[in-house]
């Protein structure tokens, strides 16, 4: 499903002319060689641009359309019309001429290979050099001394002959295509056409995947004896062609390429896109998943209606969205040389905004500023934001991800880290709050029942739980009101253990809150012994001896309810 996805791209892509047809890519170049007529060297044009990275302006290579780049693993392989200065020229920084003459060789005979029945200027020219070119006395060539230690840091190099590129020549691109399409070799049915073609062995690499090889890694690939089976080794387990393995590699090269529309979920890379690789469907998933900023030509509050009206499967035409349209989400997590796909979805884009608007509408807790939580902002509740590693667990990211676009349930582990957080810091932020109340909402259980899960406080609530959990807040409040100075209240001693074991700790709790009351003007005491005497109704004359986990999750929610309400401003009469 997800190579035939891939592979639906590219040729939406290629319809509307954003990539190039099979056998040619998109390649950084950083030089020219320009040869004259006769296949002499006469100079080395640097083929940079100016791009802005921050408040700052860098040279970074060209990009420019040429034959798609052969996979390299540990073999001498060129690429044709363009390559790095081991191929082109027989030198390069890495001390070994040995390999680097093996190199230029291998080079010249791919270009004998294509070139030798076109004659054409600039072909004559190509060979002409490859057969003339000394690559020992390249140093002392006047047209590379300038820029030699450029040179040697690996940047590529492309032909120009008397001012003519390669690819400008049609009869030398008709090569090409005619070698790129020439297969050999015992026929299979292709896993993402269905065609019978040959299966390529090593397809192209994937880059721009956070943490995995900067050179390229593999989707499609077994590398070791448990994984291959009847003999079939590399990528021939999972036979593809030339044209699909091109294909799928080239979308999701593109979708990568895109740094706007590639976000992290953890140590997850995530691309997304719609069947007919429309960009407005990526600007509105983006905004509503991740909080991203956009450029949209209309403002974020009719961004959120366009959510909700997607959402009951109406258009959105100031977008030009449509509810119906199939939509698909990848995540990839480096893994070595290969890639593991950490999720994939796929559905209509009606209904990922039906998902993602029920899990917003379940995230609404008073006290939060933010309507629509972005994603990376609810998994960093769960870490612990003084530690040297930020990033929350990756099993943990994924599988949330997964529950927010499909609807389903919230994993557990998301759960467990908000407890742990708790726990540990003793405090319950507007986030935390809400993913408690999101989880239980949709992960339903009867010791945290719908009551306690509103979106501010529910003073008509019984839930014994959600009870003490006011009753601790309101605690809390009469010993900041009795010494408004202090610095460790009884939440930074006692929370943990009375969100636990209330029966152990409120007696203690009880006593603390009759000495600070003693402090307090006589309107203060009244006024906080009524609040404490309508709670205590609820409670009856004993404490539960422990509570479970959802019984603490009640009892979180309690709490945070009870203290924001104090800072709620009262209608005015």
Known sequence: MILQALTGLFEALTRKGVLSKPGWSSVKISYALCLDGDGRLESLVPRMQEETVGKKTVLRPRTMELPAPVTRTVGVLPNFLWDNSSYLLGVDGKGKPERSKNCFQACARLHHQLLDEI????????????????????????????????????GNLVFRVAGIYPWEDSEICAAWDRYYAAEEGETVQCMVTGEQVVPEAVHPAIKGVAGAQSSGAALVSFNAPAFCSYGKEQSLNAPMGKYAAFAYTAALNYLLSDRENVQRIGDTTVVCWAEEAEPQYNLLANFAIFGMDTEAPITREELVAAVGRLAQGLPCPELG???????????????SARLSVRFFYRSTFGELMAHVRAHHERMEIAGSREPMMPLWKLLRETVNLNSKDKSPSPVMAGAVARAIFAGTAYPASLLEATMLRIRSERN???????????????????????EVLTVSLNENSTNIPYTLGRLFAIYEWVQETANPKINTTIKDKYFSSAAATPATIFPVLDNLAQKHLRKLKPGQQVDFDKKIGQ???ILGETYPVRQTLPEQGSFNLGYYHQKQNRYTKKEEK
């Open 428 to 450: 319950i932020t507007p986030g935390r709050a809400a993913i408690l109340k999101a989880y239980y909402l949709k992960n339903t259980h009867p010791q945290c029942p719908k």
């Open 321 to 335: 969205v449509e509810a119906r349209q199939n939509f698909y989400i990848l995540g990839l997590a480096p893994n």
């Open 119 to 154: 004659d054409t200027p600039t072909a004559r020219g190509i060979l002409r050099f490859l057969d003339t070119w000394e690559p020992e006395k390249a140093r002392e060539n006047p047209a590379l001394q300038e820029s030699w230690e450029d040179l040697m840091k690996g």
């Open 535 to 537: 709670i205590k109704n």
